[in-house]
């Protein structure tokens, strides 16, 4: 077939919005590059997809929560819950590490059980992917060695220890983690200062966040370490 001739027939075609015909001419120009191409895909992806939902299913029941209670709310989505659903799935599709899963079940099982996302587990979904692993290894280390700011009453601030928390990886982390929200950037926030301390602001979110990190190091030490 005339490449000329192909060409117009799809440009036709993509007014009608025959998106299936696009695909069938497509891929006779192409000589059925594209059907093999997606076989190959299918054949290679399938077994990758299907662990990659198991293990999230497989972290959700690890909470408070029965399957029958997971099918139940899946079979009565709403096209908001069927959005973030899909976001949730599609992020752990893309995730290279299982901390984002373990997370990622996590807000899956904040949204089945109060139907509507918090603010920090919306804002913790949607930004989820400026985070690698290190960065949560780095806010477990802070979570387990921080002190609270004897000078702050509200305890809305924390103070570490800046000798430990000066090197550059620590100190993208904070500024990630201060990104989102869930550390703050406010005025009372000072410089790595002469006393060797740095105080830093914290949400709400930091608490929660700081439970649901300690939990998975708590299960996953072992193999973390090795």
């Known amino acids: 077939m005339d490449i000329l001739i192909s060409l117009r027939i799809i440009l036709q075609m993509i007014t009608k919005g025959d998106l299936k015909a696009i695909y069938n001419t497509t891929d006779i120009v192409s000589g059925g590059l594209l059907t093999t191409i997606k076989n190959s895909l299918v054949n290679t992806y ?35 819950d069927k959005d973030i659903f899909f976001s949730i799935i599609n992020k752990n599709l893309l995730s290279e590490t299982k901390i984002k899963r373990f997370l990622l079940s996590k807000i899956l099982f904040y949204k089945i059980k109060n139907q509507k996302l918090d603010y920090f587990h919306s804002n913790l979904l949607t930004n989820i992917d400026l985070f690698i692993e290190d960065d949560f290894s780095n806010f477990n280390t802070i979570g387990q060695n921080y002190q609270k700011n004897e000078e702050d009453e509200s305890e809305e601030s924390i103070k570490i220890n800046a000798d430990n928390f000066s090197s550059l990886d620590y100190k993208i982390t904070i500024s990630k983690l201060q990104s989102v929200g869930i550390l703050t950037s406010q005025t009372y926030i000072q410089s790595w200062n002469e006393k060797g301390y740095v105080y830093i602001g914290k949400s709400n979110g930091f608490d929660k966040l700081d439970e649901y990190i300690k939990e998975y190091f708590s299960i996953n030490t072992k193999e973390y370490e090795a």
């Open 46 to 80: 399938s077994g990758y997809f299907e662990d990659k939902f198991n293990g999230l299913i497989k972290d959700l029941l690890n909470n408070e929560i029965e399957e029958q209670e997971i099918l139940n709310w899946i079979n009565n989505l709403g096209d908001i």
